[in-house]
Structures are given as C-alpha cells and as structure tokens.
C-alpha cells in the first residue's frame, strides 16, 4: 500500500467504508459533511489511488441510481498480539474482517528476539496459506508500557529484555511494511469496540486480567494513551498496603495479588496445605497450576477455588469502582485469560463497583464479558494500522 489519503476528507470516508462495508456515494454524502459535487471529487481521486473500488450498482432511492463504493479487496493487514504466554496472529482484509488466525504457546521472557522469530513464522504461514501476498500494515501488541510515538516498550515489568526494543522499526524491516505498536490491553479496547461488545459505545474501560492487569480507555471513541503512553496501568495500582512484592519493584499492587500468576500461586499454595482437595490432585496430575485449573475446579464446586475467585474479583472491583467514580464511563469490559473464570469473577466485581461507586455513575453502567476472545487484540492491531494508514500522509 503506496497511497494514503491526501486530505481529512479522504480519510474519513476510508474509515466509514472500513467500519460500515461497501456504501453508495449517495450514503456516504448522508454521513459527511461534503457537498455534493465535493464528495465526487474526493471519491473520485480515491479510486484513482487505487485504495477504494467501485462495486456496482447501490439500491435506489428514488431517481438515478448511485454507485457502490468498497475498500480494495486486495489489501491485506496484519495483526500480531503478544502475550505473556502466547502469540496471536492474524491476517485481515481492509474491513478488518479475520481470514486466518493462528495462536502458539511463547513465553515474552523469552525476550524480542525469540518472540519475533515466532511471530513471523506464523505471518508466513498464513501467508503462505493463500491469504495475502503481502502486508500493506501491521499492527502490534506487547504486554507492557509502550511510548506510543517510537514503538518502544519501556521498562515492561514482565518483559525482562524488552526495554527499548525498537519493535516497531525492526519489523518494519523483516515485513517491509509500516507498523504501529501499542500495548496490548488498547489493542483488546479497539478490537472490542470495533467487532465486539463496545461497538456502540464512545466512552469505556477495558480491563484485562491475564499474567498481568491493564485497562484501555476510550474517550469519544478515541484510546486516551496519557503523556507518554502509559495510561490504564491500573495493575500497579496500590490494593494492599506493604502487600505483596510485584514485578514492577512496588509492594501490594493489584497484580501481585490477582492476576493470572498471582491465581496460580495462590491455589498451589491452597492445594498444598490440604485446603483444596481437587486443586492438589490437578497439582499432582500436572505439576503445576494455571487459572484454567481453578476455572474447573470451581465449576466443579470446590469451595476453595470458588473463594480464590470471589476474593480476587472483590479486588480487581475495588479499583474498578474507583475508576469509575473518576472517569464515569458508559461501558466496562472485562477480557483476557482469566475470564475463564467466567460469571463468579464478574458478579464479584460488580457487587464491589455498584456497592462502591454513586448511583450516577452506576445508574446505568454494564459490567460485561468481552466477546471477541483471543480474536480481540488482533482485531484491534489491524484496525491500529489502519487508523495510521487511513490518515494523511
């Protein structure tokens, strides 16, 4: 993809025709404020980009009949979310509709090198699947701060050997395509908001539990990233005064005592003191414990399991509700790994942010499960390249 749009213009329509499909000319007028000889021009030097095609005939609406406008069906994104613990990969067309996916286990300790040697490998799989002949973009994911405008992770706390990583230059080179790089949770915010449960929504909050604890945040529609880049850090915010030690050097943060890691270790502890039957014969099977196994154990009915859940869902609501308090928001989605862990976690972070937060805030406020799964950060990465591509130059 050589051409971008030339104007704010352009660039508008490019993104209507990405989020609401092929449109007629007559439509799009109806959604921009052009006049309508204007639109013709604009429309006009788009399909001489290249960039959008005609697509036939639009349904009449009385009188002559306009022309369907689409996005070329031959560009290609693609989009790469990197877990603690796994890698997610995807190839998208311009709609940012998914038409491969592949996911493989990765520890990011591991470091950037081994990461993106993966990471590849799966693109040309899929690439060489059919899908794409090329990349015209890609987007990226990484579980830790990123500042924004480099592409840059800095000082990720469960990322030992990523800090200052270029990400975002050094895949540029080995893809031969421009690359955007955020964090992961924002990626999660935009895949949600743009095919997920958030679709209608302007202002939200998206909480990811996993090995770690992030919140996008979404105002006008907008993800607010702070300053620097680092907004929505909310793992590291303070639950238990001289709690216990986190990654990121603190005591008592919210990931240290629930996220993930912070599960797994608690229900190992549980199932070797004896408190668990069920988690200790799991432990036994298997050598160690993740939250899927207290996701079942609970489902189960083991008592322990479902404590673990509450306890930790009474916390991650703590700072929801101050959250909410704060930034009043219309939505709030909970995605990641451990929501596995299903209703009993949601129903303890709903009691803590309607017990918590004024009835203004909550009065109307949904505290939903995400919908789209793995699939929502490699979403939101395509539609992160997009955003960038469908700008102008």
């Known amino acids: 993809m050589t051409a971008r749009p030339a104007n704010a213009h352009q660039a508008r329509l490019l993104r209507l025709l990405r989020d609401g499909g092929p449109n007629s000319r007559a439509q799009l007028g109806d959604q921009i404020d052009l006049s309508r000889s204007k639109l013709a021009v604009e429309v006009d030097r788009l ?6 095609v005609a697509d036939g005939l639009a349904a009449s ?3 002559r009949r306009s022309h369907n406008i689409r996005l070329a069906p031959a560009l290609r994104f693609l989009g790469i979310d990197i877990g603690a613990t ?4 995807a190839v998208t067309n311009a709609e940012l509709e998914v038409l491969g996916h592949l996911n493989h286990p990765m520890d990011v300790r ?3 090198v081994a990461v993106f040697e993966q990471a590849l490998a799966l693109a040309a799989k899929l690439k060489a699947s059919g899908l794409a002949e090329g990349f015209d973009g890609a987007g990226i994911g990484v579980p830790g701060p990123v500042r924004f405008p480099e592409g840059v992770p800095v000082a990720p706390p469960i990322m030992p050997g990523w800090d200052g990583f270029p990400v975002r230059e050094a895949l540029s080179q080995e893809l031969g395509c421009p690359v955007m790089v955020d964090n992961d949770v924002n990626l999660m915010a935009m895949g949600e908001q743009h095919a997920g449960v958030a679709r209608s929504v302007g202002d939200f909050l998206c909480v990811k539990i996993g090995t770690g604890i992030g919140c996008g945040i979404v105002v006008g529609g907008e993800v607010y990233r702070g300053t620097t880049g680092s907004a929505g850090d909310i793992g590291h915010i303070q639950v238990e005064p001289e ?8 005591k008592g943060c919210l990931e240290a005592h629930f996220s993930g890691a912070a599960l797994a270790r608690d229900a190992e502890d549980a199932a070797r003191s004896g408190r668990s039957p069920e988690l200790a014969a799991r432990l036994e099977a298997a050598g160690r414990l993740t939250a899927a196994d207290v996701a079942a154990a609970a489902a189960a009915g083991d008592a322990t ?3 673990l859940i ?3 869902g009474n916390r991650v609501g703590q700072v929801i509700a101050g959250l909410v308090s704060f930034f009043n928001p219309g939505l709030v989605v909970i995605g990641g790994g451990v929501t596995g862990l299903g209703h009993t976690l949601l129903a303890s972070v709903r009691t803590q942010v309607y017990r918590q937060s004024l009835p203004l805030a909550t009065g109307n406020l949904p505290i939903v499960l995400g919908e789209l799964g793995p699939a929502a950060g490699v979403i939101g ?5 997009s955003d960038h591509l469908f700008s102008p130059a």
């Open 61 to 63: 609406r009385g009188g």
């Open 310 to 312: 509450r306890e930790g």
């Open 110 to 112: 591991e470091g950037p």
């Open 86 to 89: 796994s890698i997610d990969v």
């Open 381 to 385: 990465a395509a539609r992160l390249i």
């Open 305 to 307: 399991s479902l404590d």
């Open 47 to 52: 399909l001489d980009t290249g960039l959008v």
């Open 243 to 250: 709690g216990r030690a986190c990654a990121c050097g603190n």
